[in-house]
């Protein structure tokens, strides 16, 4: 018997490419350019949608300007109260990624999970925070501090991993260990090495650990930093690391995928990683 989800995925651009505009328009902006691809999602009878890293504004981090610090808000705060409406009103599970503000001068890359009928279930910091040209991210962002949760939603177990921690198979196997189902990875990454890079790290994460990965990026060029092409091809893939949805490279669109959770329980009845996997055996990964 089958177990069918059908989720989501938004990638789209940012549609007010103009830096000096206020930060609190260009956000308003970004929101209201998702709305209708919401609406569209949930047309499709989407039941999990997921948006982009910091689907609310710009990918800033090329910058090392404090005034995006404005762009931050707590969690819950309003942005998840607006967006939970549409989750209540679409019984439709949304992870909200936002710009986190914990406290005064603390800040984290963060997803916000709202489950089927308006409620928030928690959320996920972003745990690896690059620092090198063009992603100046420790700027702007702590460390996650919250591990690697997971979501029991009306549909399914969810689990998230935001862009760069794509790079690490340790979180991803946690997410696995504690129960997810489907994984969800917004990002926003340009081309050269990451983008050969983009379909090789989450199919191999899905196959490793016997789940479901949902990967998001966003497309176009957002000037005035102009670090390169968000390259979109947001997709699905399988535990057997079959991509089973695409999106374009320049694209704002849904991508949806009927995703059967029973495939989990086949592919781990042929490769048992997780019985004959050997933590006693990996104190060397655990040394700083």
């Given amino acids: ?167 690490f198979p340790e979180g991803a196997r946690c997410l696995g260990l504690n129960g997810a189902e489907i994984v969800f990875n917004p990002s926003a990454t340009v081309a050269g090495l990451s983008q050969y890079l983009w379909k090789i790290e989450q199919p191999a994460h899905a196959v490793a650990n016997g789940y479901f990965v949902g990967a998001i990026n966003r497309v176009g060029t957002e000037p005035p930093w102009d670090i390169g092409k968000f390259y979109g091809t947001s997709y699905f893939v399988n535990p057997r690391g079959e991509i089973v949805a695409e999106g374009s490279e320049d694209g704002d669109e849904v991508i949806v995928a009927d995703l059967d959770l029973t495939m989990i329980d086949t592919v781990r009845s042929t490769w048992q990683f997780y019985r004959d996997r050997r933590p006693d055996a990996y104190d060397e990964i655990i040394d700083p």
């Fill in 1 to 167: 018997m089958s177990e069918i989800v059908r989720c989501g995925l938004i990638q789209c651009a940012n549609p007010l490419n103009d830096e000096s505009r206020p930060v609190a328009e260009i956000k308003e902006a970004m929101y209201q350019k998702h709305v209708p691809l919401i609406e569209q999602a949930a047309a499709k009878g989407v039941q999990i949608l997921c948006l982009q890293e910091m689907f609310n504004g710009p990918y800033f981090c090329p910058s090392q300007d404090p005034r995006w610090y404005e762009s931050a808000e707590p969690i819950p705060g309003p942005t998840t109260d607006r967006l939970a409406e549409y989750a209540k009103k679409h019984e439709m599970v949304l992870i909200v990624p936002i710009y986190e503000k914990a406290m005064r001068g603390v800040y984290y890359n963060t997803a916000a999970v709202i489950d089927a009928d308006g409620t928030y279930l928690g959320k996920y910091r972003k745990q690896h925070i690059p620092q090198v040209a063009g992603f100046w991210e420790k700027f702007f962002f702590r460390p996650g501090d919250g591990g690697y949760p997971v979501f029991k939603t009306r549909y399914a177990t969810i689990g998230v991993y935001i862009c760069y921690d794509r790079h």
